[in-house]
């Protein structure tokens, strides 16, 4: 099933633009899926199950470094990119 998930990270802390990039370019290195930024977000489409499976393990690897991080994720069913 394909999906367009669209995800923001907040990191809570002074220095909060570098953990934002290297997020963001893991997502790019993935190369599995496409890809739109966004001036507040990032949007990611593609199947369901490997973007959950990535999220998953990525999401885990930046609450470890920074806690105090915060992800907003929204799902929509369905492939809406838009070039």
């Given at each position: ?6 995800i923001?990270?907040?990191p ?5 633009k570098?953990?934002?990039k290297?997020f ?12 739109k930024?966004n ?16 999220l998953?393990?990525n ?25």
């Amino acid at each position: 099933m394909q999906v367009s998930v669209d995800i923001s990270l907040y990191p809570l802390k002074e220095e909060f633009k570098a953990p934002i990039k290297d997020f963001i370019n893991k997502i790019d290195k993935h190369g599995g899926f496409k890809v739109k930024r966004n001036n507040m977000s990032t949007s990611i489409f593609g199947d369901y199950k490997e973007i959950m499976h990535w999220l998953t393990d990525n999401m885990e690897l930046t609450l470890m470094d920074d806690e105090n991080a915060i992800f907003v994720i929204k799902v929509v069913g369905g492939d809406y990119f838009r070039e």
